[in-house]
């Protein structure tokens, strides 16, 4: 598995070809979710952008027709930005200035989000305990994978995080 570190102030992970492809599928996923099925019912949605005033729906409404707009075009240029570092269809180095680790570090967070939605991983969830019941229940499922994935991922966020701050 890739793991970031700093190296000439930049921050650097190699990556396998089957790493890219995640990682080009989570990010092209929520580009996705937040351009074609952008859908405020959608608890996926409602945990990416949630209601800052729970109790004043009409409030809510008000600071998302403000807000909104510029929150999902960042949110798909970080996605995006993920997309753009990527090696072309091979595994290879990735080398992101400080600008891009950020928005690496928010795009793998929403990623890690709605996964964890779909997931119905809560705060409490013990991920090693739902993944070994998952491989318990049945190894070769998609919930296995996604699983996987989603460990994955916080993997590769702690790994960024860690190198922006050593």
Do not use: C
């Amino acid at each position: 598995m890739s793991m970031f570190h700093r190296q000439a102030g930049r921050y650097v992970a190699v990556f396998a070809v089957d790493e890219v492809r995640v990682l080009r599928k989570v990010a092209s996923e929520v580009v996705g979710l937040l351009t074609d099925g952008f859908d405020h019912t959608d608890p996926v949605v409602g945990r990416l952008f949630p209601a800052v005033y729970p109790q004043d729906a009409p409030g809510t409404a008000e600071f998302r027709r403000y807000t909104e707009g510029d929150l999902k075009t960042a949110k798909i240029d970080q996605a995006g930005a993920i997309l753009a570092a990527l090696p072309d269809d091979a595994g290879g180095e990735v080398r992101l200035d400080a600008e891009a680790a950020e928005a690496w570090l928010r795009a793998l967070n929403d990623a890690r989000l709605a996964m964890g939605v779909r997931l119905e991983i809560k705060d409490g969830t013990d991920l090693g305990e739902e993944l070994d019941d998952a491989v318990a229940e049945d190894p070769g499922s998609s919930r296995v994978f996604q699983l996987s994935v989603y460990a994955y991922l916080g993997y590769l966020q702690e790994s960024l995080l860690n190198a922006l701050i050593d």
